[in-house]
């Protein structure tokens, strides 16, 4: 199974260029660029306005943490700050033990990470 997860990143699809979906769900039909932004890490989140849609960016390891939450309360405009909670986590279901194992023994290629690590979208974001 490792053996064709692998082959999916490597190959020429939108998994190994995660800017290919960005550009075709985001850009295209919205007409938002979320490359024309910083992101700020620290904040967690990014929210971008225009006169059709607005749309939030978030680092999904910061949910929970009180800058992200006070980024997505501002973006649905609640008064009260969103507190998210990991209630999916792996770690709390039957198969934790197999997760932890595999998340141990995986190991993507280095010349395939240094490739994920040079795309836009991990170099913006």
């Not at 199974?1 to 769900?25: C, F, I, R, Y």
């Not at 620290?42 to 910061?62: H, N």
Request: proline share 5%.
């Amino acid at each position: 199974m490792e053996k064709a997860n692998l082959d999916k990143l490597s190959a020429g699809t939108s998994h190994h260029d995660p800017t290919q979906w960005v550009n075709q769900e985001i850009l295209e039909p919205f007409n938002v660029d979320v490359f024309s932004q910083e992101f700020e890490p620290r904040k967690g989140a990014l929210i971008m306005s225009t006169p059709r849609v607005s749309l939030i960016c978030v680092q999904m390891e910061d949910l929970g943490r009180t800058e992200t939450d006070s980024s997505l309360s501002q973006f649905v405009e609640s008064s009260q700050l969103l507190t998210f909670s990991h209630e999916n986590a792996s770690a709390n279901k039957p198969v934790a033990f197999e997760y932890r194992e595999f998340v141990k023994g995986f190991r993507i290629p280095d010349d395939l990470c240094q490739k994920i690590y040079e795309t836009r979208y991990v170099r913006h974001f």
